[in-house]
């Protein structure tokens, strides 16, 4: 059984003011790609969240949404490069960044906080993500969204990576 909510579609264009009610979410100057995820996947962990950004935001009484990429990646219950996932997962988190910014430390990777990254939903074979040049909701293809996400990321010297995590 899926855990990506059913109405994933309905976000679709969508600016992320959609789905938050804080002023983070009527900020267009912010990265929205953990922000989106979270409020779609329900995660709200400890750390900056949407609601603990701005004291009058504490106040309301709606839950937040974690707001970083590297904190989804570290609470994934499982990490790889997207090349060792298994077909047989269909859904998951897709993240990308640069593979200076993931390291193994004990059997795990572990990722950093280089603002180069970026995580989406893989589902029903399209990668559900925000993007910031547009503020909205997009859905890629696997593909699309690696080709995007190479040409953007890549400088000279740089390998951008690309990693799958299990959901939470």
């Known amino acids: 059984m899926s855990q990506v909510p059913t109405d994933i579609d309905n976000n679709l264009n969508q600016h992320i003011s959609y789905l938050c009610s804080f002023s983070l979410g009527q900020n267009n100057g912010q990265n929205h790609c953990a922000h989106f995820v979270s409020h779609v996947m329900g995660y709200e962990f400890a750390g900056p ?7 009058d935001d504490k106040q309301k ?9 590297d904190d989804i990646f570290k609470r994934s219950q499982q990490t790889g490069l997207l090349e060792d996932k ?15 910014n993931v390291s193994k430390v004990g059997g795990s990777l572990v990722m950093g906080n280089h603002p180069r990254k970026h995580i989406g939903i893989l589902s029903h074979g399209k990668v559900w993500n925000y993007s910031n040049t547009g503020n909205k909701v997009v859905a ?6 690696k080709v995007k996400f190479t040409n953007a990321y890549r400088t000279t010297g740089t390998t951008v990576e690309f990693y799958y995590g299990k959901f939470i």
């Open 49 to 55: 969240t949407c609601k603990n950004f701005t004291w």
């Open 140 to 145: 890629d293809t696997l593909e699309a969204f």
């Open 86 to 100: 298994s077909a047989a997962m269909t859904e998951c988190l897709i993240f990308v960044t640069l593979a200076s």
């Open 61 to 69: 009484a709606e839950a937040g949404a974690t707001i970083r990429v």
